[in-house]
């Protein structure tokens, strides 16, 4: 590819890492290469396991943790792993055709980057590089400088009728 585009999936609904690792399968079926990461998630779902089967690259950045869940934690500290994460990203993306950041959103909503920081890592993708955005609650100004934004809105969910997450369904 020679002009790699910025998609987000974002939104209330469940699905958006489905639609990511989706695209990755994609990408990976026509023999690009393919990098996924994610932040602020402990627990990796079954379709990590996948992904590297198809030679995915996993990073997973587990030290971002999620300041709703880890109300205590030291948010400078988060700020500082969340920018290293950024600046580690920045580098070996150019290595990659398809990279997706799994819960980049939530980064930009708690504040352990700004939107200006996560606008200006955008800008400093390699040209060829297709990105991939996921999280809910994703800001006007990202929004403005994807190429292609889908929101995945919540209808009806079992967790409403008290019914837990299933493993291999939702995770």
């Given at each position: 590819?020679k002009?790699?585009?910025?998609?987000i999936?974002?939104?209330?609904?469940?699905?958006k890492?489905?639609a990511a690792?989706?695209?990755?399968?994609?990408?990976?079926?026509?023999?690009?290469?393919?990098?996924?990461s994610?932040?602020?998630?402990?627990?990796?779902?079954?379709?990590?396991?996948?992904?590297?089967?198809?030679?995915?690259?996993?990073?997973?950045?587990?030290?971002?943790?999620?300041?709703?869940?880890?109300?205590?934690?030291?948010?400078?500290?988060?700020?500082?792993?969340?920018l290293?994460?950024?600046e580690?990203?920045?580098?070996?993306?150019t290595?990659?055709?398809?990279?997706?950041?799994?819960?980049?959103?939530?980064?930009?909503?708690?504040?352990l980057?700004m939107?200006d920081?996560?606008?200006?890592?955008?800008?400093?993708?390699p040209?060829?590089?297709?990105?991939?955005?996921?999280g809910?609650?994703?800001?006007g100004?990202?929004?403005?400088?994807?190429?292609?934004?889908?929101e995945?809105?919540?209808?009806k969910?079992p967790?409403?009728?008290?019914?837990k997450?299933?493993e291999?369904?939702?995770?």
């Open positions: 590819m002009n790699g585009l910025i998609h999936y974002t939104g209330d609904g469940k699905g890492t489905t690792v989706g695209l990755a399968v994609r990408a990976r079926g026509r023999a690009k290469r393919v990098l996924f994610q932040f602020m998630k402990a627990v990796t779902g079954g379709e990590i396991a996948m992904l590297e089967k198809l030679q995915v690259r996993i990073l997973s950045f587990k030290e971002v943790l999620s300041p709703y869940f880890h109300p205590g934690a030291d948010l400078g500290a988060l700020r500082e792993k969340a290293g994460a950024l580690q990203l920045s580098v070996i993306m290595g990659y055709d398809l990279v997706v950041l799994d819960e980049f959103m939530h980064l930009v909503r708690h504040g980057i939107e920081e996560a606008l200006a890592f955008l800008k400093r993708k040209a060829a590089v297709e990105i991939v955005l996921t809910r609650d994703a800001p100004p990202l929004i403005e400088a994807a190429d292609y934004v889908t995945m809105k919540a209808i969910h967790l409403n009728k008290g019914i997450a299933r291999g369904i939702e995770f």
